[in-house]
């Protein structure tokens, strides 16, 4: 079982963007679904992206067309690019294997 550990959330103005990196121990390859989720303040876990291996994507509606999924396997990582960052976008952002495996997360703020 891989283990899955995010990087590069912190402190971006509203209208910035971040790119998020969830990389595992091991292959992705098999892996069906990398999602990344998010759990904003006070509020339940939510789906944002996902990224099936076959590299079909899937995303939340309040961040279509503003957040991009992707994954480089031969690099085991999937990226989470976000752009015209909102001040609702503020959470801990995970990446999940098959909703199995969780990494730790990592915190995106967003200031006004």
């Known amino acids: 079982q891989v283990q899955l550990v995010e990087s590069g959330g912190g402190l971006v103005q509203a209208g910035g963007s971040l790119r998020l990196s969830c990389a595992a121990s091991?292959?992705?390859?098999?892996?069906?679904?990398v999602g990344w989720y998010r759990q904003g303040p006070g509020k339940q876990r939510e789906l944002v992206a996902l990224?099936?291996?076959?590299?079909?994507?899937d995303y939340a509606d309040s961040v279509k067309g503003r957040f991009a999924i992707s994954r480089d396997n031969a690099k085991n990582t999937v990226y989470l690019q976000m752009n015209s960052l909102k001040l609702e976008d503020t959470a801990v952002y995970y990446c999940?294997?098959?909703?199995?495996?969780w990494g730790q997360g990592t915190q995106v703020t967003v200031s006004s």
């Open positions: 990224i099936t291996s076959a590299g079909r994507t």
């Open positions: 091991g292959s992705i390859v098999s892996i069906r679904r």
């Open positions: 999940s294997a098959d909703g199995a495996t």
